[in-house]
């Protein structure tokens, strides 16, 4: 039996903290959030050390457009499902004039049959190949698979686009001649946010800047991924997997791991030439789109441990599945734990104040100024605004990761939910009340525990009490740009007013 370095490695990486919690709990019955308090610290160091390592990475990027023609053949899927025809038509026609190397079909797996009628008499006047399932089997994945199983052997790729992903028509020329490398596999164009129409579009958009900028070029040609569209793939390397993975929401994720356990390489090449993009209009469709995300990434944890990868591959794709267990239930259970002590005076961590202070608050203060120094470097236009949008996003989607992660857990199958596009709303009740409770809770918990820290005889109790104080102070600024976010979050459909992104 081989040795499975990758799953003794994530064993380790999650028993560790029992032992500290244990020697530090106030009680056996709180052993649970003390282990959450420790795994806390335990993934916040981890993942700001590989977030370091990754950005000399980025600073070494160096892919760009080769603007050489490789005689290579393409097929074009645009995929959809019941989405909007008019902006489904512009897709069409930015996908066909772009590639001059082959043909383009329209994927649809929609349900709706007046928008299947409008799409095949498009397709039928624009010589664009209609394909449409009555069943959606496999999903986007199950599309792509039944229409690979089409393809004339002439074709030696493919390229995928969503219905809102418009290539210039220099995309095919840029990059097809980094295929003359064998071993790749899969070359990928990011997927920018150009028409920002609310607050919860321009919070995307900045969380998605730091991802597209920095960790992706940092991750080209080694732990890179496929992010669903905007790419273009061999053929035979998909074949040489089974086609794209169908039992994980997150296709493109899965599939990459996959593929880079077989050697093949993924190139990110950060251009931007998908000149348009949508993002989420309303908190709905963000919290549906990181909802299908963040359970594709929590269902992605079988192919991590049970496939073959290098180390640095699947040390970088952990610090993926990490980032989803902190903005989820470990962020959610850092707050309650303020709660309780603050509020409820519930003692769970024992641990010398002064010892922490020491150790933390560097650490705190060097991430944060590391953090700030990675985003003004001038390749992102990011700066306070789009850090506080950014950390408020987050924040909103606490509740909707932490159930993705208990999804995965439980192994309960959700549906595959496309991210609605170019429809009105605004936010609901359900989405509002977590949201704001947990607001008030905070504020409530600064307030006792400054009655609690005048009570307190005890220096070093009023040193705990002060550092929780302080953690919950510095939350309250990003709860408040969430709540804002939340409210500011109506769209009125393609009429509202849109803002396009200067990605120069």
């Known amino acids: 039996?081989?040795?499975?370095?990758?799953?003794?490695?994530?064993?380790?990486?999650?028993?560790?903290?029992?032992?500290?919690?244990?020697?530090?709990?106030?009680?056996?019955?709180?052993?649970?959030?003390?282990?959450?308090?420790?795994?806390?610290?335990?993934?916040?160091?981890?993942?700001?050390?590989?977030?370091q390592l990754q950005m000399f990475g980025a600073d070494r990027y160096t892919m760009k457009l080769l603007h050489e023609c490789k005689d290579e053949r393409v097929v074009s899927f645009i995929l959809s499902y019941n989405e909007d025809v008019k902006m489904l038509k512009k897709t069409i026609i930015a996908?066909?004039?772009?590639?001059?190397?082959?043909?383009?079909?329209?994927?649809?797996?929609?349900?709706?049959?007046?928008?299947?009628?409008?799409?095949?008499?498009i397709c039928d006047k624009m010589g664009v190949k209609f394909v449409h399932r009555s069943n959606r089997r496999g999903f986007k994945a199950g599309a792509i698979n039944d229409a690979m199983s089409q393809i004339d052997d002439s074709y030696g790729y493919i390229a995928v686009f969503d219905s809102d992903q418009r290539p210039t028509p220099r995309f095919f020329n840029g990059i097809m001649s980094y295929f003359e490398r064998r071993n790749v596999a899969v070359v990928q164009i990011p997927q920018t946010y150009t028409a920002i129409s609310t607050s919860i579009s321009e919070s995307a958009f900045f969380q998605q800047e730091v991802f597209l900028r920095k960790i992706m070029r940092a991750r080209n040609g080694r732990s890179a991924f496929i992010l669903g569209s905007g790419f273009v793939a061999r053929i035979s390397a998909i074949r040489s997997v089974g086609g794209f993975y169908e039992k994980n929401v997150t296709e493109d994720l899965a599939t990459s791991i996959m593929l880079q356990s077989l050697g093949w390489e993924i190139l990110y090449l950060d251009s931007t030439d998908i000149w348009y993009g949508k993002p989420p209009e309303t908190v709905s469709a963000y919290l549906t789109q990181q909802g299908r995300w963040s359970l594709g990434g929590f269902q992605a944890l079988g192919l991590l441990l049970g496939l073959k990868l290098r180390p640095s591959v699947f040390a970088e794709y952990m610090a993926g599945w990490l980032y989803w267990i902190w903005v989820g239930p470990i962020r959610l259970a850092s707050i309650i734990m303020l709660i309780l002590f603050l509020d409820f005076r519930l003692i769970t961590v024992i641990i010398y104040p002064i010892f922490f202070i020491f150790f933390y608050f560097p650490y705190f203060i060097y991430s944060m100024l590391f953090y700030y120094y990675t985003v003004s470097d001038g390749l992102m236009n990011y700066g306070a605004r789009g850090f506080f949008l950014h950390q408020g996003a987050e924040l909103l989607l606490m509740f909707t990761a932490t159930s993705s992660f208990i999804s995965a857990l439980l192994k309960r199958r959700k549906p595959f939910k496309v991210t609605p596009k170019g429809k009105a709303g605004t936010y609901s009740f359900t989405q509002a009340l977590p949201m704001i409770s947990l607001e008030l809770l905070t504020t409530t918990t600064i307030s006792m525990g400054f009655i609690w820290l005048r009570e307190s005889t005890s220096r070093i109790m009023e040193i705990a009490i002060g550092v929780n104080i302080f953690f919950a102070m510095y939350l309250i600024p990003f709860m408040i740009v969430a709540s804002v976010i939340l409210f500011t979050s109506t769209y009125k459909g393609e009429s509202d007013e849109i803002r396009l992104i200067n990605l120069n």
């Not at 064993?11 to 500290?20: E, H, K, T, V």
């Not at 244990?22 to 795994?39: A, D, E, Q, R």
């Not at 079909?105 to 929609?110: A, G, T």
């Open 1 to 51: 039996m081989k040795f499975n370095y990758q799953l003794f490695s994530f064993l380790i990486f999650f028993i560790s903290p029992i032992a500290a919690a244990y020697f530090t709990s106030s009680s056996l019955y709180v052993i649970p959030l003390v282990y959450m308090f420790w795994l806390l610290l335990l993934v916040s160091i981890t993942s700001v050390v590989i977030f």
């Open 95 to 121: 996908v066909k004039k772009a590639n001059i190397y082959g043909e383009t079909w329209l994927l649809d797996d929609s349900t709706d049959e007046k928008i299947v009628s409008d799409l095949r008499e």
